[in-house]
C-alpha cells in the first residue's frame, strides 16, 4: 500500500532558527513528491520536486529530492512565526491517466518569538 | 479569482443523521477531489471526479457516502447515517484539465469540519 512517512510529527523553535523537515515515501508509480503548508485553513502549494538532486528555492523555504533512497526534505532557515503551520509532504502518483496524491501525518511546526 | 469554497465551515450533527457537504470549484477546473482528516492521522483521498463523472472513488469509506457533481460544477458529498468515525476535516481540491505529462495543482477550499456526537 502507498505510504507517506514524515518526521518529526511536531517541532517548536525559537525564531531564527533553522528547521529540516523529513518526508520518506513508498508510492507506486511515483511521479513526483509535493510539499503543502497548512495554516488554519487550507493547504497551499509550496513546491512539487520530480528530478533527484536538484534544489528548489523559495524565499527561505529550499527542497530537495533523493529518488533512489526515497526521501525529501524541506528546509526553512531564519524561521519566522509566521512559518507556523503544519506541512504536509505527498507522493503524486500516476495511475492510468490522472494523478492521485497521497498525503503524509504532516509535521506541525511552531514557532516561538 | 475566488478559491475553492465549501460551505459548512463546521458541522455538529448526531449520530444517525445525514449530512450533506458542498464544494464549490474554481471556475473552469473539471477535476474535482474530495479528502478528508480524521483526528491524528493524514489526508486521505475520497473520490475524484472529472467534470461530472466519478473518475476514481476508491477512498471511499462505505457506501454510506454518496458523492455527486451534477453538471459538472460544484459537488456535493453526503453522508447517511453517520457515524462517529466519520468526524474529521473533510477537504476539497479542484485542479485544471491534466496537460499530458504535466501536473495541474491541486487547489484546497478551507475544508468542513463534521463532528458525530
Known amino acids: 500500500e502507498d505510504k507517506v512517512v514524515q518526521s518529526p510529527l511536531s517541532l517548536v523553535v525559537h525564531e531564527g532558527d533553522t528547521v529540516t523537515l523529513n518526508c520518506s515515501y513508498e508510492?507506486?508509480?511515483?511521479?513526483?513528491l509535493l510539499w503543502y503548508k497548512q495554516e488554519k485553513k487550507a493547504p497551499t502549494f509550496l513546491f512539487m520536486l520530480?528530478?533527484?538532486?536538484i534544489e528548489k528555492k523559495s524565499g527561505r523555504l529550499s527542497s530537495i529530492l533523493d529518488k533512489k533512497e526515497l526521501f525529501s526534505i524541506l528546509n526553512i532557515t531564519a524561521t519566522q512565526t509566521g512559518d507556523s503551520a503544519v506541512y504536509l509532504c505527498a507522493g503524486r502518483r500516476l495511475k492510468t491517466s490522472y494523478d492521485k496524491v497521497i498525503f503524509g501525518p504532516g509535521t506541525s511546526l511552531s514557532v516561538i518569538p | 479569482e475566488a478559491g475553492v469554497t465549501q460551505f459548512p465551515s463546521h458541522s455538529v450533527i448526531e449520530k444517525g443523521q445525514t449530512v450533506t457537504l458542498r464544494c464549490d470549484p474554481i471556475s473552469g477546473h473539471d477535476n474535482l477531489y474530495w479528502y478528508r482528516r480524521v483526528m491524528g492521522k493524514e489526508i486521505k483521498f475520497l473520490l475524484h471526479?472529472?467534470?461530472?463523472?466519478?473518475?476514481?472513488e476508491s477512498g471511499m469509506p462505505n457506501n454510506r457516502f454518496l458523492a455527486e457533481r451534477t453538471g459538472g460544477t460544484y459537488s456535493t458529498l453526503k453522508v447517511q447515517p453517520a457515524e462517529l468515525e466519520d468526524s474529521g476535516v473533510y477537504f476539497c481540491?479542484?485542479?485544471?484539465?491534466?496537460?499530458?505529462?504535466?501536473?495541474?495543482?491541486?487547489?484546497f477550499g478551507p475544508g468542513t469540519r463534521l463532528t458525530v456526537l
Open positions: 508510492v507506486t508509480n511515483f511521479r513526483s
Open positions: 481540491a479542484s485542479s485544471q484539465e491534466k496537460q499530458r505529462g504535466g501536473y495541474n495543482e491541486q487547489f
Open positions: 520530480t528530478s533527484s538532486g
Open positions: 471526479f472529472v467534470k461530472e463523472s466519478k473518475q476514481d
